[in-house]
């Protein structure tokens, strides 16, 4: 009998949700003239609630078929809202114009608590500066989950399309430095391709 270690939690990204997906859905319509509509909500691939059909991704029936997963690729980024603090708190801790962190190696000493992320984003607070590209640090303003930068008094929206591309921009070594590694990421926390479950 094999023993288990450890247990690994992440956060699926827009390429693992297609891989684990069956069908990319295209339409909200659950029937067409009473029939499940392909490409809808109750497409067969999906799986099969009715005892009169078959899943066609399985060939079981209603009783043997688990239910298969579905896709639908999104017109724009969403924040994941269950996520939505942890992106505030990165998005102050990173340079809105290059994607580095706000602090230098010099900065950073040991760290003797266990939470990493909390670490670097409370030693990233008081940072006006970015190191790397000498950009003064923006006023981040989140209002209604939506993120504002102020200057000079005017305030500018951040698209989720651009906080997406930030988030894209950061390096693995920044990603580490915020205690994240390669299976989650902040990018992750911006949705682009949402999951469908099954019937």
Do not use: W
Request: glycine share 4%.
């Amino acid at each position: 009998m094999t023993e288990i270690n450890k247990i690994e939690f992440s956060v699926f990204n827009s390429e693992e949700i297609k891989q684990h997906s069956v069908l990319h859905v295209t339409s909200h319509d659950l029937f067409d003239k009473g029939v499940p509509k392909i490409g809808g909500l109750c497409d067969l691939r999906l799986g099969t609630i009715d005892r009169e059909y078959k899943c066609h991704t399985c060939k079981q029936n209603a009783f043997g078929c688990p239910g298969h997963f579905g896709h639908i690729e999104l017109y724009e980024p969403v924040y994941n809202i269950l996520y939505f603090k942890h992106i505030v708190k990165i998005l102050q801790s990173i340079c809105l114009n290059c994607s580095s962190l706000l602090v230098t190696n010099k900065d950073i000493i040991t760290n003797k608590s266990k939470d990493q992320y909390k670490y670097m984003t409370d030693l990233c607070k008081t940072k006006k500066i970015c190191t790397m590209c000498d950009q003064e640090k923006s006023k981040l303003i989140v209002d209604n989950y939506r993120f504002f930068i102020e200057k000079d008094e005017e305030k500018k929206l951040i698209s989720s399309t651009q906080v997406l591309t930030i988030f894209k921009k950061l390096s693995s070594e920044t990603n580490i430095l915020l205690g994240f590694d390669d299976k989650t990421k902040p990018e992750n926390f911006i949705i682009t391709v949402f999951p469908v479950p099954p019937p």
